[in-house]
Each structure stands twice: as C-alpha cells, then as structure tokens.
C-alpha cells in the first residue's frame, strides 16, 4: 500500500498526463464521497456517493469539457489529507468557448483509497 505522498504524487502524475479517468479508477475508494458547491440559487453542495455514481459524474463532465491549459500546485499534504491547487482552462466541446477556472481539491484517503473529494472554487 502507497503512503500518501506516493498516492498523492501518483494521483498527480496521472492527472497532469490527462489519464483522471485511470486516476479515479486506481485510487478513488467503493464509498468515496464528492462533495462540490451548488450551483442553485440556495447554494447546497453537490454530494455523489459511490464510486460508480462518481465515475458517472467524471465521465459526464469530460464528454462535454475538455481541461486545456492544466496547472497544479501540490500535492500538499497534512495527515491523511492532500490538497491540489488547480487552475485550468476549460473547452466546453458543444460549443467551442474557453473559459478560465481555478478550484482547490482537498482530498482524503483511508487504506491507499481516496474516500472523500471535496472542491472550493474560485
């Protein structure tokens, strides 16, 4: 089993290579959880539960955006939890247009599984 600076840069690597598919699949936990921020008028998180819902949500996102650009600054790590600081440009394939997006990742792992994905954007 990978401590969590090895899981972290690996997890990295393979995102920075634009393989977050083959990210998600080697390290993402049976019961991760994704937490995001809304995008309702009352603000309540976006909450996947299940690794097949969020490789759903991840599948979903990548048939209709592409990460163009990609820059990340990490992973930093404090206990049993790393953060990612990611900016990116994102192509959005229906339509063409480009639009600049930055997002702090903070990621918790349990037994060399990320069991939890919450996201701060900005």
Request: aromatic letters at 10%.
């Amino acid at each position: 089993m990978a401590d969590i600076e090895e899981l972290a840069d690996d997890f990295l690597s393979l995102i920075q290579s634009g393989q977050a598919v083959a990210a998600a699949e080697k390290y993402w936990a049976i019961d991760i959880v994704i937490i995001e921020p809304g995008d309702s008028i009352e603000h309540v998180p976006v909450i996947v539960t299940g690794f097949d819902a969020a490789r759903d949500k991840l599948n979903n996102w990548l048939g209709h955006s592409a990460m163009e650009e990609l820059s990340i600054d990490g992973p930093f790590i404090t206990g049993n939890r790393f953060a990612l600081f990611i900016d990116m440009l994102i192509k959005r394939r229906a339509t063409g247009e480009r639009k600049p997006f930055s997002e702090i990742a903070i990621y918790t792992v349990r037994d060399g599984k990320i069991i939890e994905e919450r996201y701060f954007y900005g």
